[in-house]
Structure formats: C-alpha cells, structure tokens
C-alpha cells in the first residue's frame, strides 16, 4: 500500500511537473523559453508602441517570450513592474525608464536580485547592464540647427518639453541651448513641459498663441506628438504659414505631415532598430553570449524634400 501510494505521488508530480511547461514556453530545440520581462514608458504614445512592436517581433523571430507592461509614465508602477518579474524569475528584464533617477532604483533591483537589465530608448542614473538608445541632444542640436536655417538665424523660439525629469528631455534641452548659445539671433520666449503628450500640446500652444501671438517666429516639440499639437494649434488659428514648427521621433503621423509640408521636418529616431536590438541583446546576455554593453542609433533630419524617401 505504501508503495502504491508513492508511485501515486510521484505520477501526480510528474503529470503537474508536465503540465506546467506548456508548449508555448518551449523553444524550437525544445529547451525552455527565454524570457523576458519588459517595462515601458507608455504605450499611448506612437512611438512607444512601435518600440514594442519591433520587440515583439524580434522575440518572434528568435523564440523567446516577452512579458510587456505599461508603466503609464510612472516610476514606483515602474519599480513594482520589475519587483514583479524578479518574483517571476525572468532571464532578462528590458527597461523603456520613466525617470533618469526615480526610475534607477528598478535597475538596482534586477541587478542585485541577479538579472540582466537594458535600458532602452533612455537612461537612468543607476548604469544598467547595456544600453540601447540614441544620443538625445544630437536629436535637439538636428533641430534646432534646421530652424536656425530656416529663420536664417533671427526669431523668437518656443520650446515645448517632454516629461520633466526624463533623460530624453534633459538631453534634448541640453542639445537645443547648445544652437541657441551659437545663433544670438534666436531667442527661447517660452519653455514649458506639454508632457509628450498631444492634446496638451495643442492646449500649451493655444496658450502661447493668445500671450505671445504673432511675436512666435518657430516652435521646437522635443517629440512628434507634441509638434503635431503645436502644428494642429496652428493651423486653427490660421497662423502655420507663419510659424515654422519642427519635432522629433519621426513617427507615421508626423512624417505625413511633413510629406504634406504641414510639419516643417522631424528628426528620424529608429524605434524598431533600438527595440530589436534590445530583445537581440537581452537574449545574447540570457546565452552568456558576447555582448555590446553600449549601442547609440544615429538620428536623421527628415524634410519635405527627403520625407519620401521614409
């Protein structure tokens, strides 16, 4: 008896050992499945999405599984989303931060529970194990530099931030003062955060156009869903032929724009190359594979006349 009762017990342990590694947490060699824990900033914003697009696909094609959440532009939600996948225990964990310093404390988490961590898109103060991104202020010094063209180095400038405290930001602000202490001749006439955000974009800009009025020469959106606000703003108040806007990420809406001449340019950032790169390191890290600890994706000025070409 007591050994029927054994074998019992270990045919139940069997049949749940079995049914707890479901196909599809099996690999095409039939080894367990990768996985990887990712966190974003905020999945409604364009550009967001098109970096777990690009995530989602890449682990397609590589066979591994991801496990996304949104953070909803929040750092502790951020923080409690990788506590998460450390009780889990992914292999990787991919990090899109909130917050330069609120979001650090998610890195210093993963890593000293012993998971891999990269930062994607934008950085924290804590050093991640690689990083996937781009230089943001070279995406600032693009645009500015392309205003200061256009205006021919004379205007007043707005300037509408991201969310305040994001790397992005930070570096983006840092970038276009650079262009503005080189060109005397423009001057910043308002600065203030929209969020990334479209719909307080078009809200800031209908602001500015009721202060400042026909004194705005050109507006800088340190993103595309801001300077569609600004340019949307604009063209209700029949003042867009008079006012230059230029934005950055080049995403679907806002290259149109600028195919249209709507948006006078935008600068190219490479969601999908930073999100595939991303998953391709986090799987290469998981293999004890040989890794790029840093990977920068150059910018692109986008215009009317190479917009097609997108």
């Keep these: ?85 450390i009780a889990q225990g992914v292999d990787a964990i991919i990090l899109n931060p909130c917050e330069v310093d609120a979001s650090s404390p998610a890195v210093d988490k993963a890593l000293a529970a012993g998971i891999p961590i990269i930062n994607v898109n934008s950085e924290t103060q804590s050093k991640p194990t690689a990083f996937v991104g781009s230089h943001d202020e070279e995406s600032a010094r693009i645009a500015m530099e392309h205003i200061a063209t256009l205006l021919k180095g004379q205007g007043n400038v707005v300037m509408m931030q991201g969310f305040m405290g994001q790397a992005a930001q930070l570096k983006r602000d840092q970038g276009a003062r650079e262009i503005l202490a080189k060109n005397p001749g423009l001057k910043l006439i308002a600065n203030q955060t929209a969020e990334w955000d479209r719909a307080k974009a078009m809200s800031l800009m209908e602001n500015w156009i009721q202060s400042q009025g026909s004194q705005i020469s050109a507006v800088f959106a340190q993103n595309d869903e801001m300077g569609m606000g600004a ?78 070409a997108q």
């Design 1 to 85: 008896m007591k050994n029927l009762t054994l074998k019992c017990l270990i045919g139940v342990l069997a049949i749940t050992l079995l049914g707890g590694c479901h196909r599809d947490d099996l690999g095409t060699d039939g080894k367990k499945k990768i996985v990887i824990g990712v966190s974003l900033l905020n999945l409604s914003s364009e550009f967001i999405v098109m970096l777990d697009e690009s995530m989602q696909a890449k682990a397609k094609e590589l066979g591994v599984r991801l496990i996304v959440n949104d953070a909803q532009r929040s750092a502790d939600r951020q923080i409690q989303q990788v506590e998460g996948f």
């Design 231 to 308: 340019m949307l703003a604009l063209e209700r108040a029949k003042l867009k032929d008079k006012v230059i806007v230029v934005s950055i990420d080049a995403i679907a809406d806002a290259l149109q724009a600028v195919k249209e001449k709507r948006l006078d340019a935008t600068v190219f950032q490479d969601a999908r190359g930073q999100g595939a790169t991303a998953v391709e390191i986090a799987v290469k890290i998981a293999r004890k594979e040989p890794y790029e600890k840093e990977t920068f994706i150059p910018f692109k000025l986008v215009t009317p006349e190479t917009a097609a």
